[in-house]
């Protein structure tokens, strides 16, 4: 499986589609917007971020994930790093 290739299937199992990129992104985007930074890192370049919740997949299903951030030192706007499972909340 290529780098990565178990996160997009992990997606794709709730309805997230490789030709509708643009909904993943979204949800993503808005689950930054709308949740809590659970943890930051200032490194060598910038700062990485945290941001763990709850995302309504395509299909209804409640996914708990993770998604990580990074701001360059120079820049204002964070850019996605990656997004994956996390176990489930009880």
């Given at each position: 499986?290529?780098?990565g290739g178990s996160?997009?299937?992990f997606f794709q199992r709730f309805g997230y589609a490789a030709s509708q990129w643009e909904?993943?992104?979204s949800d993503i985007l808005r689950h930054a917007h709308e949740n809590d930074i659970v943890a930051a890192e200032l490194?060598?370049?910038g700062t990485?971020?945290?941001v763990d919740c709850l995302l309504t997949s395509p299909l209804g299903t409640?996914?708990?994930i993770r998604s990580a951030w990074f701001i360059?030192?120079?820049k204002q706007e964070p850019r996605f790093i990656t997004a994956h499972p996390l176990p489930k909340k009880s």
């Open positions: 499986m290529a780098t996160k997009a299937a909904v993943l992104a490194v060598t370049f990485r971020y945290v409640r996914l708990h360059d030192h120079d």
